[in-house]
């Protein structure tokens, strides 16, 4: 099956559409249909995956994630649909291709896991089928939010621990004469090198 042109230019370019983009993050919503039998499965690797946190470690610890969530859509106010879909929804630094080729090489046996329930699932590797999959089942995000656009998901977490580790100086600082001052102040350079 081929991609449509402009999926396909954006599948070779790796970028998603500009109206999911604010600052350095980007928005992905696709939804692929189910299979049946594989409705009840999802169901429990969903409730699995939510209370084993180590089935999502590898998952989780993808810095660049700010957030990613997998639905089963099985009806709509006042109506059941025929199918179950799979809605996916995520935000990400960096351009739509990076995300998809991490995705692919990082964590293939979690995206498996869940994907391969879906009609056409090409699988994650190699990522060129899979990015050309989520083009096809790719929708333009019509709300988009992010608390600090200008911030990746590295580097607020990298400001939260300076901050703290900042606090934890002035308290220190307080009882310190100058030559322990000195000291200290070394010591927060040192420790907060990497988030400066």
Not at 91 to 109: H, K, L, M, R
Request: charged fraction near 20%; include cysteine.
């Amino acid at each position: 099956m081929s991609v449509a042109g402009s999926e396909q230019d954006r599948v070779a370019l790796g970028e998603a559409e500009d109206v999911n983009i604010l600052g350095r993050a980007s928005a992905l919503t696709s939804i692929n249909t189910i299979r049946p039998i594989g409705v009840p499965i999802l169901r429990a690797l969903f409730f699995v995956g939510t209370y084993v946190p180590p089935l999502t470690a590898k998952l989780r610890s993808l810095s660049f994630i700010h957030y990613a969530r997998w639905t089963i859509v099985d009806r709509l106010p006042g109506e059941r649909l025929k199918r179950a879909h799979l809605l996916f929804e995520s935000n990400f630094n960096g351009t739509w291709s990076q995300y998809i080729d991490a995705f692919s090489y990082v964590v293939p046996t979690e995206l498996g896991a869940i994907w391969r329930w879906c009609y056409g699932f090409p699988g994650p590797i190699p990522a060129g089928p899979f990015k050309a999959d989520i083009a096809r089942h790719e929708f333009p995000a019509a709300h988009y939010y992010a608390a600090y656009p200008e911030a990746s998901t590295t580097m607020v977490a990298g400001a939260l621990e300076l901050r703290e580790k900042l606090d934890h100086l002035r308290r220190r600082a307080r009882s310190a004469d100058a030559a322990e001052f000195e000291e200290l102040w070394r010591e927060f350079l040192v420790d907060t090198q990497p988030h400066l």
